[in-house]
């Protein structure tokens, strides 16, 4: 049994649609490529062929990983999560000292992190810092380019 990983509805969502599509469209295409080459005649010195059988191992190996996940894979409900510490899934407004800018960092599972819209993984340098930290808390936190220091504005779900 695989380690147990938690994700919000959307993030499941997508995990599951993912596996979908490479079990119900690539698995095709790869069968379709496999049928086509196997077509061309001798199998030993086919080069398509072999490739197709490899792509297609390649394919059940990702679609194993992805099966693992989905099973074993949890939603957090974020409503009943406490919002005086910080807690994967919490949003953290945070006021770095070092340059003196405010922003909001949401600590998310690492297969949801999106460094764009300010998602960070809980595995980060900078969520580790701030786990279980209370409004109010100032940390220092090694990153590779250095020290910050950050100062816990605001926590919300």
Not at 25 to 43: C, F, M, N, P, T
Not at 142 to 157: F, N, T
Request: charged share 35%; glycine share 6%.
């Amino acid at each position: 049994m695989g380690k147990i990983k938690y994700y919000t509805e959307e993030g499941l969502k997508a995990l599951k649609d993912e596996l979908d599509h490479l079990m119900f469209v690539e698995r095709k295409k790869i069968s379709q490529q496999i049928a086509e080459a196997r077509d061309k005649g001798d199998l030993s010195e086919n080069v398509e062929y072999e490739a197709a059988k490899e792509q297609q191992g390649l394919l059940e190996v990702k679609i194993t990983k992805l099966q693992e996940l989905v099973y074993n894979a949890r939603v957090l409900d974020e409503s009943q999560l406490d919002t005086s510490k910080v807690f994967i899934f919490s949003s953290v407004k945070v006021k770095n000292k070092n340059i003196n800018k405010e922003m909001t960092y949401t600590i998310v599972p690492e297969t949801e992190a999106d460094i764009k819209t300010m998602k960070i993984s809980v595995s980060s340098p900078i969520a580790k810092g701030l786990l279980g930290k209370k409004i109010g808390d100032v940390v220092e936190i090694d990153v590779p380019a250095g020290k910050i220091i950050l100062e816990i504005l605001d926590i919300s779900r």
